[in-house]
C-alpha cells in the first residue's frame, strides 16, 4: 500500500462524517448538562462522605456518551461494531448510595439525547429531572426517620420512658431491646413532630433512665 492509497483509503474519508461544528456543539452541550447534573448531586448528597470524584465522573460520562452516540449515528456498520466492542466491557465499582444509580443513567441519557441532535428535550429534560430531585431531597429534616437509643433501669422506668416518647413523637417502632442485670436498653425508630430535639434532653433526665442517645438513620447507616 502506497503512501497515496492511505489517503484514499474508507476510513479518512469518513473523517469528516461528522461536521465540527455538529460535534463541538454536542460536546459543549453535554459539558454542561454534565456541570448541572454534578451541582444537583452535590445539593442532593445525604451520604457519609461527599466524593467529588464522582461528579466528575457525572460530567465525563455525560460527554463520552455523546461522544460514541456521535460515532454510531454517522456510520451504520460502525454501531454494530460499538455494540460488540462495548458489550465486553464490565464494572465492579461498588454504587454505595441507590440515587447514584439514578445519577449515573442520567448523565448517559443526556449524553445520548444530545447526541441524537434532541437538544430541547436534553436541556429540558435535565432541568425538570434536577427540579424534582432538588424538590424531594430538601424536604424537613425531621421526617426523616431517627434513632432513638434509651438506657432504662427497671421496667417502670422503661414503661415511663415509652409512654413519655410516643407522646413527643408522630411515630415510634421498636427495632431491638436488650435486657441485663444492670438495665435495659431500648432502640426506637422515630419519626419527630419537628426539628426540635429538647425531648431527648428530658427524657435523659427522668428517674432511671441513664441516658438518651438520638442519631439520624436513613436504613444503610447512621450518622
Not at 449515528?73 to 464490565?90: C, D, H, K, P, Q
Request: charged share 15%; hydrophobic share 55%; aromatic share 10%.
Amino acid at each position: 500500500m502506497t503512501f497515496q492509497d492511505i489517503f484514499k483509503s474508507s476510513f479518512l474519508e469518513r473523517a469528516d462524517s461528522v461536521s465540527l461544528l455538529n460535534m463541538a456543539l454536542a460536546l459543549i452541550l453535554s459539558f454542561g448538562i454534565g456541570l448541572f447534573i454534578c451541582l444537583i448531586y452535590k445539593k442532593t448528597f445525604a451520604g457519609v462522605m461527599y466524593s467529588s470524584g464522582f461528579g466528575i465522573t457525572l460530567v465525563a460520562m455525560s460527554m463520552t456518551t455523546t461522544l460514541v452516540i456521535l460515532a454510531v449515528t454517522s456510520n451504520v456498520v460502525l454501531s454494530l461494531g460499538m455494540v460488540g466492542a462495548l458489550s465486553i466491557v464490565r464494572f465492579r465499582a461498588a454504587i454505595k448510595e441507590p440515587l447514584d444509580i439514578a445519577f449515573l443513567f442520567w448523565a448517559i441519557a443526556a449524553g445520548i439525547v444530545l447526541a441524537a441532535g434532541l437538544i430541547p428535550l436534553a436541556v429540558f429534560g435535565s432541568v425538570a429531572i434536577g427540579a424534582v430531585l432538588l424538590v424531594f431531597a430538601n424536604r424537613k429534616a425531621h421526617f426523616n426517620p431517627y434513632i432513638l437509643v434509651a438506657s432504662c433501669r427497671d421496667t417502670d422506668s422503661e414503661t415511663r420512658a415509652m409512654q413519655f416518647i410516643r407522646e413527643q413523637v408522630g411515630r415510634c417502632v421498636v427495632k431491638s431491646k436488650t435486657v441485663r442485670e444492670d438495665g435495659i436498653e431500648l432502640n426506637l425508630e422515630i419519626r419527630m413532630k419537628s426539628s426540635e430535639t429538647q425531648f431527648v434532653n428530658l427524657l435523659a433526665g427522668m428517674d432511671g433512665v441513664s441516658h438518651a442517645v438520638l442519631v439520624s438513620y436513613n436504613g444503610d447507616y447512621m450518622v
